[in-house]
């Protein structure tokens, strides 16, 4: 069967459409309720007209800093292959734009800043929506977030891989497995004696980025393994402020290199105790 240009819109517009608050509620109460479609669409009307929808959202939008959107995508648990009307949706809260670091990236660049900003945040964003349950596609980000192309997606995701950085979609995910945040990614690429620097420029990340997962990584390996009591992930996740999820990949990422490199670890331990100051040398770029 062939598939006209015109067919593809009428599709890609239709599953955008599945995504968003109302269909979020018609899922909901179909399969919480096993209630038809007509009439999950009248509880749906009902719920419209009686509660106040402006004033809530407005709560919402309180909660949000400047620079973050909130975005619906589908959660991370519901398995590839089901239908997308039927998939159970959840927000996340994604910063399209954070502030000095991604100004740094932009100017570093020169003319190449803007494609190293939006490889940036197709990183930042697939991640932030990982770490909060919720898979997100190329239709997602091309559409809903970077208003760009999906072949331009295709391309930064392809290109992102040839430096063994796997961008977490959904369609990675399903396909491969769980996958991991680029932070457990930078932080990999610390442990196996690439610098700060070098990490920053492949990555498209400032040198202050990069330096922050490493100590966070520092951190949650001496409270879990050095620290002489026993902390579980989420009391670790509190007192590093980072996501649980974070700390699981950090910990899992430990416990790979612990026999085989316990020197470097320790190494990177003990930045916890004593936070490095990476300073820009005069030739040759940031040295630690």
């Known amino acids: 069967m062939i598939v006209t240009s ?7 517009e239709e599953r955008l459409q599945s995504k968003t608050v109302d ?36 709560h919402e939008v309180k909660k949000i800093k400047p620079g973050q959107m909130k975005v619906l995508g589908i959660c991370a648990s ?9 998939c159970i949706l959840s927000d996340a809260v994604l910063t399209i734009d954070a ?26 964003i697939s991640s932030e929506a ?8 190329r239709e997602d980000i091309a559409y809903r977030i970077l208003n760009c192309g999906m072949r331009t997606i295709t391309r930064d995701v392809k290109y992102l891989q040839g430096f063994r950085i796997q961008v977490p979609l959904r369609g990675y995910c399903k396909d491969i497995g769980p996958a991991l945040t680029h932070k457990t990614q930078i932080v ?25 997962y490493i100590l966070y990584f520092a951190k949650v390996g ?9 902390l579980s992930a989420s009391d670790i996740a509190f007192l590093v402020g980072i996501s649980e999820r974070l700390v699981r990949e950090y910990q899992m990422l430990y416990q790979r290199y612990s026999c085989s490199d316990k020197k470097r670890l320790r190494e990177i331990v003990s930045l916890a105790k004593d936070p490095p100051q990476l300073k820009t040398a005069k030739k040759g770029g940031t040295r630690q």
């Open 6 to 12: 015109s067919q593809q819109k009428v599709d890609l």
């Open 23 to 58: 269909q979020m509620f018609l899922t909901s109460v179909e399969q919480g309720a096993n209630c038809p479609p007509f009439v999950a669409r009248a509880i749906l009307g009902v719920a419209k007209s009686t509660f106040s929808v402006g004033n809530c959202a407005e």
């Open 78 to 86: 519901e398995p590839a292959g089901k239908p997308l009307k039927e």
């Open 99 to 124: 502030g000095v670091e991604d100004q740094v990236i932009r100017l570093r660049g020169g003319k190449s800043g803007v494609t190293d900003l939006r490889r940036k945040r197709l990183l930042r």
């Open 130 to 137: 990982l770490e909060q349950g919720v898979l997100l596609t």
């Open 188 to 212: 990999e690429h610390f442990i196996k004696r690439m610098q700060p620097s070098q990490i920053a420029r492949r990555t498209y990340h400032s040198l202050q980025a990069v330096e922050r």
């Open 222 to 230: 001496y409270l879990t393994f050095h620290y002489e009591k026993k």
